[in-house]
């Protein structure tokens, strides 16, 4: 593969910025050097393939999106992005890497639901791609098997305190997944929402005739979130596993993280853009002239979207900056409404949960570069250098730094991103739910591994670019 120099641009990290060309020597970046200093006449100018112009722009790691769920099976049907589509959707909107989740259900081997998973997503990816596994059935099987998955690269799996009857495990099941996880160094993630509670609230209001949407939102109350966050915290605290909880989206659960990572534990925990800039009452609750009430269907995720009046967006920003929380996935699981989320008109039970966003993540992010919430410094952390660290990837991910991967996306701060459907939206949904989103910047150009695959609006990538990622174990633990 040809040497590739980026000239002109300013090199941006977790801890800093500087003017840097950056030389990539096939798949790797090899110098990072002041700028100008190849460009002098010297041998190894006339040895450089491309040269592309990154004046006036930032040149960052590419995006690490390390909770994404594409083709999962779930509530009825199945998440509408493939491997193709949705890593193809990813590309376009900086994200160079994605870790999905395998799964393994009740009565499966794991490593039959693993080697699915691998069938699923090989030569099909436009961009680098690893797996969690999620345990949907904590038994002597599951449990002998957890320690195998790290020679397969997978040093994270993931239980549910939600869902009974699908993935959920209770206390007994989850101290002994614990115990491995502790033994092991594997990272537990967690999804914290005690869901036998939001079960009998949720037959409730749908008993009573409340069956829109937005009583998706009342049903999941942000205490069944904060309880099992306490709990699962306490159970890490028991056995010493390290732990990582999920799409925190309730402002008592950031408290509850708080204070186990004051008192010194492995304890983490991510948002997702959905519970930085959407709300239980102007999302779930809202209406359109299309889906009548039902429009709310296109916000319903688990955890759900939450009161701004309660705060709990700004202190998901708050706790961004103060790395209570340590990053920002999208928990990407895209339903359509039309034949998907619609399967749950008349019983909100019913809709497939799931908001998709893997396309939008960088962007997003970004914007609170732009209005202050968060530094340039922290959107590249937040977004992938700690994503990197957090899973074991970091050196190859996550970074700019020669014997890394050469996944860098080229960022123009005066550019502009209008999101929306018919926009510059590429993932495989008949809706957005950040359908009129301004962004003030863009993805000018991404690089995969030494391959441009999206520049100046054109995707030059092709599926199977992308390559399975053996991660190591977690390199953030305390
Ligand atoms: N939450 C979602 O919104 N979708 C998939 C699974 C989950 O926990
Ligand atoms: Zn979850
Ligand atoms: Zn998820």
Redesign the pocket.
């Known amino acids: 593969m040809a040497t590739t120099l980026i000239t002109g641009g300013t090199v941006v990290s977790a801890t800093g910025r500087v003017a840097a060309d950056v030389l990539v020597d096939g798949e790797t970046v090899v110098a990072v050097l002041a700028p100008g200093s190849i460009v002098l006449g010297h041998d190894l100018a006339a040895s450089v393939g491309t040269v592309i112009d990154a004046t006036g722009k930032y040149v960052i790691p590419g995006g690490i999106d390390a909770h994404t ?1 594409m083709q ?1 099976p ?1 509530g009825g049907t199945s998440a509408s992005d493939t491997f193709e589509t949705g890593t193809r959707a990813a590309a376009w909107g900086g994200t160079t890497t994605i870790v999905d989740f395998a799964v393994q259900r009740q009565g499966e081997r794991v490593e039959d639901g693993l080697a699915h998973w691998h069938e699923l997503a090989a030569g099909e990816c436009a961009v680098d791609y690893g797996f969690h596994q999620i345990i949907g059935g904590v038994d002597e099987h599951s449990l002998a098997a957890l320690p195998t998955l790290i020679d397969e690269g997978i040093t994270s799996f993931k239980m549910f305190m939600a869902y009974p009857g699908v993935f959920y495990a209770d206390d007994a099941q989850i101290l002994k997944a614990m115990q491995v996880s502790a033994d092991t160094g594997l990272l537990t993630m967690m ?1 914290a929402e005690n869901g036998p509670v939001i079960d009998v609230l949720a037959e409730q209001l749908v008993k009573a005739g409340n069956t829109d949407p937005y009583f998706h939102g009342k049903a999941r109350v942000w205490q069944a979130e904060e309880e099992a966050t306490h709990r699962a915290i306490m159970l890490s605290h028991i056995t010493g596993a390290p732990l990582y909880v999920v ?1 925190v989206s309730a402002k008592q659960a950031v408290e509850q993280l708080a204070v186990a990572r004051d008192r010194g534990q492995n304890v983490f925990g991510e948002t997702c853009p959905q519970y930085l800039y959407l709300s239980l009452e102007e999302h779930l609750g809202a209406r359109s002239e299309e889906w009548g009430s039902f429009e709310g269907a296109k916000y319903v ?2 955890t759900p979207l939450r009161s701004r009046a309660e705060g709990h967006q700004d202190h998901m920003w708050q706790a961004l900056r103060t790395n209570d929380l340590q990053m920002v996935s999208t ?1 990407h ?1 895209p339903f359509c409404m039309k034949d998907q989320k619609e399967l749950g008109r008349g019983d909100f039970r019913a809709i497939p ?3 998709g966003s893997v396309e939008h993540r960088m962007d997003l992010m970004y914007q609170g570069v732009v209005t202050g919430e968060i530094t340039l410094e922290r959107w590249v952390e937040l977004t992938s250098t700690t994503p990197a660290r957090m899973f074991g990837m970091y050196g190859k991910k996550g970074v700019i730094a020669p014997g890394a991967d050469a996944d860098i996306v080229i960022y123009d701060p005066n550019g502009h991103t209008s999101i929306g459907y018919d926009k510059t939206h590429h993932m495989n949904m008949d809706h957005s739910a950040w359908e009129g989103y301004e962004i003030d910047g863009h993805v000018d150009t991404v690089i995969s591994r030494g391959k441009v695959i999206v520049d100046d609006g054109a995707y030059l990538g092709r599926k199977g670019d992308g390559r399975f990622v053996k991660r190591g174990l977690s390199q953030y633990l305390i």
């Open positions: 769920h999962l779930f999804h799409h995720c688990s928990d699981c949960n799931g908001i």
